[in-house]
């Protein structure tokens, strides 16, 4: 068993002997395994400076949520202030612990949504703010909060609690950081809504919370194999059609490796299934305007659901990962999504086809100028003059005025 000081390291989707073992992630490798990491009343001296690297990696660059909890002493010292976790913070910690040694009844340091937090679904567990305001005032009041010294820029304070003087402090805040997220929570005794919960049933709002933060924080984490689906717009290097074309599909994808860096020499392969059920199988092709990005083009008219499977293989052949992704089609309705026209594909059409674009004020002049242009396209060919009425007619009248002059001559 732990003693009471050891630090507790719980992996989910891990068996406890594997935690045991392994520790807290020591490698890019292993760390980016997971979606999100919480961390609880942590001291600074549990991470190695390649530790604090790796954490501020796999926010900015793996796209991992990250939620840190405030214990009594974990925002203070400047040691946190200038490491790369104090970096990860969406405030700036401050060395003062605000504890409140009022008996429990007199105590009113509670849990307060702010106006973006009314704005956020996952912080909310009813449908109306009644009930809501209702069910946070039935949570037991904190003792023990941790003071910050400001807010980051671009970060939000999502709940607050008021002190004694009236003011209102942050005690949730959250940012986004670089590609993933981080929040941190300056309570220190969270604990006390469920020890002093006042039924059983009062403990399931709480899990229930904690759940709705947990997908949060992995809702928007990236995959090692991320799709993109462009409609109407077609680059792909592979596939001989229009750069703006309302049927065309784009199919972008980008392949990362175990420590999320970015795999140029990989085979794409989309199967994708139309609505008829026909199979459609392409290959990714490297993009002309960023490397490591793969991507190919469908055009279709056909309506329905479009499904698409993506393989990633190795150049030795194995596999690197696969997903899946899809959309809808519906080209009739298409021409109504927007009442302004698609003048940029008409340009487009106008360039190729050596035309132009006429506006409404121009028609007049330019019916009155077409006998003066000349036509773009000419064709020349032989007509045999023979196979002309006209000439037997001529021919025929020619003899009858030839055998008349004769007669009237006395010719033969």
């Not at 929040?183 to 006042?198: E, F, K, T, Y």
């Not at 990236?222 to 689906?229: A, V």
């Not at 009425?389 to 020619?398: R, Y």
Request: proline share 5%; net charge negative.
């Amino acid at each position: 068993k732990e003693a009471y000081d050891e630090p507790v390291i719980i992996a989910l989707g891990e068996t406890e002997s594997d935690q045991r073992s392994r520790g807290f992630p020591k490698t890019a490798e292993e760390l980016f395994e997971y979606h999100a990491i919480v961390l609880d009343d942590i001291e600074h001296d549990f991470f190695t400076q390649e530790q604090f690297l790796l954490l501020r990696q796999f926010v900015s660059m793996r796209g991992g949520g990250l939620l840190m909890l405030g214990g009594q002493e974990t925002l203070r010292g400047e040691a946190l202030r200038n490491s790369p976790l104090g970096e990860l913070l969406p405030v700036y910690p401050d060395d003062a612990v605000v504890m409140n040694d009022a008996p429990a009844e007199t105590q009113q340091w509670r849990w307060e949504l702010t106006r973006e937090g009314w704005l956020q679904p996952w912080l909310r567990l009813t449908d109306n703010e009644e009930a809501e305001k209702k069910l946070l005032g039935e949570r037991t009041p904190l003792g023990v909060v941790n003071r910050v010294s400001g807010l980051k820029p671009g970060a939000s304070v999502l709940a607050e609690w008021t002190d004694e003087s009236g003011i209102r402090r942050p005690i949730m805040a959250a940012q986004k950081f670089g590609k993933g997220k981080s929040a941190v929570i300056m309570a220190g005794d969270l604990w006390r809504w469920a020890m002093h919960r006042q039924s059983l049933e009062a403990e399931a709002p709480l899990m229930a919370a904690w759940r709705q933060t947990i997908r949060w924080l992995i809702a928007d984490v990236p995959k090692r194999l991320q799709i993109t689906i462009e409609r109407g717009n077609s680059s792909a290097t592979n596939q001989t059609v229009n750069r703006i074309n309302p049927l065309a599909t784009t199919l972008r994808t980008a392949v990362y490796d175990a420590e999320f860096k970015l795999v140029d020499n990989v085979k794409l392969t989309y199967t994708i299934t139309a609505p008829s059920g026909k199979l459609i199988v392409l290959q990714g092709e490297p993009s002309e305007f960023q490397a490591g990005l793969f991507e190919t083009s469908l055009v279709s008219n056909e309506e329905g659901v479009f499904r698409v499977e993506v393989i990633a293989l190795a150049q030795d052949g194995s596999e690197l990962g696969r997903g899946e992704a899809g959309w809808t089609s519906e080209p009739s309705a298409e021409e109504f999504e927007q009442l302004l026209p698609n003048t940029e594909w008409m340009k487009q059409i106008a360039e190729e086809t050596q035309g132009e674009i006429i506006n409404a004020q121009e028609l007049e002049s330019f019916a009155n100028g077409l006998p003066e242009r000349s036509a773009p396209v000419t064709e020349s060919y032989v007509y045999p003059i023979w196979h002309e009425p006209w000439v037997i007619l001529c021919a025929i009248s020619f003899f009858c005025l030839e055998w008349g002059i004769r007669r009237k001559s006395g010719l033969a």
